[in-house]
Every structure is written in structure tokens, then in C-alpha cells.
């Protein structure tokens, strides 16, 4: 859609190209400002520890909402409705004030005491394990990739789309844009680009919410929008309205209740990569004051990509030149819907100011996922693991390390994966950190037996349940059909449909408490 606006006589290169300009020169600064003020690893790991609440807020905010959640989530809500917006409150009450005001104080306090860089040697060090730490590094380094992968596949897609290049040569220049923050400035590098990156999204997608919502009518669209014809595939799947939740029980339902609300709320209080922004703050205090902060930036950049997806049928709908949904026009796929918003209902230089936001949101994500895979691989299982000598030149190796797994695994992610891949990340790594993290900061009884079989239990739950259970990843990875002859174990059963971290993540903190009560604490670190 996009490409056939940059392949006709409207593209203005003067005008694409100026931005691109523009846009790449911020980068080269922030990058330069990053990695003239990192002098040691400290600055690499955690910033030097001196960033002040509003740009943690920004910085967190900004790794948080990335590409997947404006493009991604607008145009799920392009697909099921006003429903999704239910997404934002749970970004708002898990991702930022349930993390920032419950686990925050207690990740910076016990992290800060035990000199903790990264969320594995946190764990490492309150349980006095080194394989609890290599194991939450490993987990890392091995499953992120497919989260990363998948972001990297979708900004190549879309430069391949917009600029005309070759998809492989965009995912090269894309790594290498990454690798230039990651290796060169760290994580001070990267909070410096996210403070001015997460302004442009934030701007940029309030302005594209504010012309869709004109074009479907201004305010009254919140209900109007329940008065728009909804597709025959949808009502299938059992989407009634755009305006109210689909049919209970239905397919969609399973998915929109299990995988994004619940999976996404309890992913939200385990991502290392966001976790590790805790240990950067001067004290305790200022992660209460960026709570505000964080708030306004998720609410305006996740609220705003996904109002402007739901509102989209009605804008095209209602317009007498297009007189169809903004679903049925991208030909039912629902990743497409916010770039076709784009296209539609935005000037043109305003559309290219967009897609360099978008752009922008996935550049936050990627670096932050990048700086977690190779301090995990460098640091927790190398230098803490290994006993490999300690040195910031490791860790920027282990990034380029890590930036070459993920361009293989982009390359060989198939199509449609960007939301799956996302979603199996978010699931592994709530059921294998989140019991522990909580046993690490909250429970002073916690043992480090029980953290080792919660772990266990919960990579080896949700990976079984991927492979043979849940039929959407079971049926394509085909090993249950192979051995049992059908799709799924429970083919036909709910189960079959609900997410595996429903599943995953109440089983290993049941494993956590019972055998944490059924084992003594011996020399784990107090708190």
C-alpha cells in the first residue's frame, strides 16, 4: 500500500529524502553524544547511574511502545475495534505503575545493594547462584531473538516497502544503525536517543490520532464507530462491533483475553530490557516521580496508534471516495491498516514524518533488546559465568555477537510472525522471571531451590504448550501432529486456544511457594 504512494508521480524525493537526511544526522549526534560521556562499563551498563526521572520515563516508555505496539496493536484494533483499547490501561496499570511503584523500588533497592548490572545477575547474586544467573542469561540471549528478529523483519519490510531497497540490504543498514548506539554509546547512548526519539513518537503519533479522529467526524466516532458494517471474516471469528468485545469464547476472544491482556500484562513486569532502566536512577524517590511521566507517554503513543487503527473503518468507511473499512481495503490484514491510515487521510510530507516515527519506535526497542541480549550473553554467562576476564570491549563483542544472531533470525523468521514471535517472548519470559523476581524482592524466605524449579517449570511448561499444546504455534511447528496425528493435543478444546502463560505462569509460582516452604534458606543475600 504504502509502496504504491512512493512508486507514483505524487513521491517527492526532495521532500522523503530531506527527512531522511535530517532524521539520520539526529542519529549520528545522539549516537556521538552517547559514546563521548561513556568512559567505562558502568556508563555502558547502566548509564552511569545519574539519568533523571523524565528521561528514564521517556527511555522506558520509549523500549516499551515500540513499532509491534503502534502498528502491531492500531492495527489489531483495526480488526476487533474499540476493545483494544482496554491494551492501554493495562500498559498504563501493570507497564508502568504497577512497575513502577511496586517492583521498581524493590528492583532499584535490592539491585543497587548487591551491585546488580543486568536483571540476571540480580537473581544471580540474591540467591547466591551463579546457575540461576547463566540460566536467566541464557534464556535471555537464546528466545529474545525471536522478539528482536521480528522488529528487525517488520522496519525492513517497511523501508523495502517506502524506499525501494532490497529487503536484505535494508535489514543490513538497519542492524548497523543499531549496532552504532549499542556498541558505541551503551545504554547512555541509547537513553540519549530515546529521550529525543520518544518526543518525535510522541508528537508524531498524537498528530496522526488527532487527523484520523477529524476525518471520522471528531468526537461523536466513539459511538458511531459501533454503527460500521463489520466484515464477514470477522463476524467468523466472532467480532460483532467495532465498538463493544467479541463473542465470548470465540477465537478472537481466546486470543484477545489470554495472549494480549493477560500475557501482555504479566510480560510487562518481567522484560529485562525495561527492567534494567530501574538501576540507572540516582535513588529510589525518582522512580516515583517519573510515574507521571511514563503514564502521559504510554497513554498518548499506545492510546493514540490504537484509536487511530479502530478509527480507521469509520474514516474510510464514511469517506465517499474509498466507501469501504480500512480492513477490507488491506485486503483483511490487519498489519497493514495504520500504514494504510497513513496513505489515506495524511499529507504527504506528514506521512513521511510518520513512517521515519515509526521508525524511531522500533529503533528504541531494538537497541534496548540488543543491549540486554549482549550483556547477558557478555556479562552473566561470560564474565560472571565463565569467569571470562572482565571488559567493556567484551560486552560491545557480545553485542555484535547478538546483533548477528538476530540478523540471521530475521532472515529466516517467516512472513506474519511479528505478532506471534512478540507474544512468545512476553509469555517465556513472564513464566520463567516473574515468579523469581518477585521471590528475589519480595520474599525474604525465597531459597534458591525454589527459584531454580520455578525457572525450570516455567520454560519447560510454556515450551511444551507451544510445541503440542496451543494449536496457533503447535500446528505450525508440527511436531504434535508428527508424533500424535493431530495439530494439537487438546484439538477442540479451549485449552487448545488459551495462551500458554495462563498456564505457565500460575504453575511456576505455585512451584516457587511450595518448594520455597518445603526448603530451608541457607546463605541466600537478605533483604
Not at 490484514?333 to 489515506?344: K, L
Not at 500458554?500 to 518448594?515: H, N, Q, Y
Request: proline share 4%.
Amino acid at each position: 500500500e504504502l509502496g504504491q504512494r512512493v512508486n507514483s508521480a505524487a513521491f517527492n524525493p526532495y521532500i522523503f529524502y530531506g527527512i531522511a537526511i535530517a532524521f539520520l544526522a539526529l542519529l549520528g549526534i545522539l549516537a556521538y553524544l552517547g559514546w563521548v560521556r561513556t568512559k567505562n562499563s558502568d556508563d555502558f551498563m547502566l548509564a552511569g547511574k545519574r539519568v533523571p526521572p523524565w528521561l528514564m520515563a521517556i527511555s522506558y516508555g520509549s523500549a516499551l511502545i515500540s513499532t509491534s505496539s503502534i502498528v502491531g496493536f492500531g492495527g489489531k484494533a483495526g480488526g476487533v475495534g474499540l476493545a483494544m483499547v482496554l491494551i492501554v490501561a493495562i500498559n498504563i496499570g501493570m507497564g508502568v505503575i504497577m512497575a513502577y511503584i511496586v517492583f521498581g523500588p524493590k528492583i532499584r533497592a535490592v539491585g543497587t545493594k548487591m551491585g546488580a548490572q543486568t536483571m540476571p545477575e540480580l537473581l544471580g547474586l540474591r540467591f547466591k547462584s551463579k546457575f540461576i544467573q547463566g540460566v536467566a542469561g541464557v534464556v535471555n540471549f537464546v528466545f529474545m531473538p525471536l522478539y528482536a528478529g521480528a522488529v528487525l523483519v517488520s522496519v525492513s519490510r517497511l523501508m523495502e516497502t517506502i524506499i525501494g531497497i532490497n529487503f536484505g540490504v535494508a535489514l543490513i543498514i538497519y542492524a548497523v544503525i543499531i549496532a552504532i548506539y549499542v556498541v558505541g554509546g551503551g545504554l547512555k547512548g541509547m537513553i540519549f536517543a530515546d529521550a529525543v526519539l520518544g518526543i518525535l513518537k510522541f508528537v508524531g503519533v498524537a498528530t496522526m490520532f488527532i487527523i484520523v479522529l477529524s476525518k471520522a467526524g471528531g468526537f461523536g466516532a466513539f459511538s458511531a464507530v459501533s454503527q460500521v458494517p463489520v466484515p464477514e471474516a470477522l463476524v467468523k471469528e466472532g467480532v460483532r462491533s467495532f465498538g463493544t468485545l467479541p463473542v465470548f469464547g470465540s477465537p478472537i476472544w481466546w486470543q484477545l483475553i489470554t495472549t494480549l491482556f493477560f500475557g501482555i500484562s504479566v510480560g510487562l513486569l518481567s522484560q529485562p530490557q525495561l527492567g534494567v532502566r530501574f538501576l540507572t536512577l540516582k535513588n529510589t524517590r525518582d522512580i516515583k516521580i517519573a510515574v507521571g511521566f511514563g503514564a502521559v507517554f504510554v497513554l498518548v503513543v499506545n492510546g493514540g496508534g490504537i484509536l487511530t487503527g479502530a478509527l480507521s473503518n469509520l474514516a474510510a468507511y464514511s469517506n465517499p471516495a474509498i466507501g469501504k473499512t480500512a480492513i477490507e481495503m488491506v485486503g483483511m490484514n490487519v498489519d497493514s491498516i495504520i500504514p494504510f491510515a497513513i496513505r489515506s487521510f495524511l499529507p504527504e510530507w506528514l506521512g513521511y514524518i510518520i513512517l521515519f516515527t515509526l521508525f524511531s519506535a522500533a529503533l528504541s526497542t531494538s537497541t534496548a533488546q540488543i543491549h540486554t541480549m549482549a550483556t547477558s550473553l557478555g556479562y552473566d554467562f561470560m564474565i560472571k559465568g565463565l569467569k571470562v576476564k572482565a571488559s567493556i570491549g567484551l560486552v560491545k563483542a557480545a553485542a555484535l555477537i547478538s546483533l548477528a544472531v538476530v540478523i540471521i533470525v530475521g532472515y529466516l523468521l517467516p512472513k506474519s510472525i511479528v505478532a506471534t514471535a512478540t507474544a512468545m517472548f512476553f509469555g517465556i519470559a513472564a513464566s520463567v522471571f516473574l515468579p523469581s523476581i518477585c521471590g528475589a524482592i519480595f520474599w525474604k524466605r525465597c531459597t534458591r531451590a525454589a527459584s531454580i524449579a520455578s525457572m525450570l517449570t516455567g520454560i519447560g511448561t510454556i515450551v511444551f504448550m507451544y510445541f503440542f499444546v496451543h494449536i496457533k504455534e503447535s500446528a505450525s511447528i508440527g511436531l504434535c501432529n508428527m508424533f500424535f496425528g493431530k495439530p494439537s493435543l487438546f484439538e477442540g478444546n479451549w485449552l487448545s486456544m488459551c495462551d500458554p502463560t495462563c498456564i505457565a505462569v500460575p504453575l511456576s509460582f505455585l512451584v516457587l511457594f511450595v518448594v520455597g516452604f518445603l526448603t530451608k534458606v541457607t546463605n541466600e543475600e537478605s533483604i
